[in-house]
């Protein structure tokens, strides 16, 4: 396999991920596009000059997210979540009364994340997508324990929100 046909392969299996990890992390949607578009490249950069990435899905969601952080000291909007991530009501059945509560349950646990610390938010963000302990510290730039910490609080305070309906 080629080195192009390699990093085409990962950009198909993480392009997704690294967008709405981005999107969560409060960059405009325009802008994440041109982040996961710069990670990649630098991924390919690296890769060309001979460089064996062992992760590549944890290094370039570290790329992201330091890209994420110097696009944040030129416009602060860390905190926000992105409306693209609440959009999209659930379906499911035609039961008027369940999808009133299902929706409820929903807009709560938006509110809650929202809520939670943006590393909180990452840890619980990039977990989702796969990484382990190890990977999430060197992304976010924290120890492991941190990484254990900040999941711990933000599923306490998620289930928290969750046992109330």
């Known amino acids: 396999m080629t080195l192009h046909e390699t990093v085409e392969q990962i950009y198909e299996a993480e392009r997704e991920h690294i967008y709405a990890y981005l999107l969560c992390f409060g960059v405009r949607p325009q802008r994440a596009q041109e982040l996961v578009q710069d990670s990649f490249l630098k991924l390919y950069r690296r890769m ?12 370039l969601y570290r790329v992201a997210h330091n890209l994420a ?7 602060p909007r860390f905190d926000e979540l992105a409306p693209d991530l609440a959009a999209g009501e ?8 369940q999808g009133a509560i299902d929706s409820q349950r929903k807009a709560a646990l938006i509110q809650a994340v929202r809520a939670l610390s943006p590393q909180q938010r990452n840890c619980l ?14 992304v976010v730039g924290i120890s492991t324990s941190a990484v254990g910490e ?16």
């Not at 963000?125 to 060197?138: K, N, P, S, T, V």
């Open 150 to 165: 900040f999941l711990r609080r933000a599923t306490v305070r998620l289930k928290e929100v969750l046992d109330g309906y």
């Open 90 to 97: 659930d379906t499911r059945g035609s039961d008027v009364e």
């Open 69 to 75: 952080l110097r696009d944040y000291t030129r416009e």
């Open 125 to 138: 963000h990039l977990r989702a997508q796969g990484l382990r302990y190890r990977e999430i510290a060197e």
């Open 48 to 59: 060309e000059k001979g460089e064996v990435i062992e992760s590549p899905k944890a290094w």
